[in-house]
């Protein structure tokens, strides 16, 4: 049974930084693309950053650049988000997904991905 399982959200104030992890099980970790998503009240879901475990290729979007890291450990099957400099704007339910049939670039923020984690909410007080 494919898994996923976030941990890591969390209260911090503006300025502040928060590592989410995605621990996963069920599927060969390098085969797969992982990445996270967020949903803030009241807005849509959107695409915040995958990774491709085989070759470390990342993907960004645009509203996070240089202020969060994604990462991988591979022996521990486990994906990291490393989020500084948060606003109030970060406050979200995050999520972690992953897909074997879409690599990591802006395209597997636009389908239907094989699974998804249950989210960790993050909140970032001004």
């Known amino acids: 049974e494919v898994q996923l399982v976030e941990s890591g959200g969390g209260l911090v104030q503006a300025g502040g930084s928060l590592r989410l992890s995605c621990a996963t099980s069920g599927f060969t970790f390098d085969d797969y693309s992982i990445g996270w998503f967020r949903q803030a009240p009241g807005k849509e879901r959107e695409g915040v950053s995958c990774i491709s475990p085989s070759d470390g290729f990342t993907y960004y979007t645009d509203s996070v650049k240089g202020r969060f890291t994604i990462s991988s450990d591979n022996a521990k099957n486990t994906v990291y988000l490393q989020m500084n400099s948060l606003t109030p704007d970060d406050t979200a339910v995050y999520y972690c997904?992953?897909?074997?049939?879409?690599?990591?670039?802006?395209?597997?923020?636009?389908?239907?991905?094989?699974?998804w984690g249950q989210g960790t909410l993050v909140t970032v007080s001004s």
């Open positions: 997904a992953a897909d074997l049939s879409v690599y990591c670039s802006g395209s597997f923020f636009l389908v239907s991905l094989d699974a």
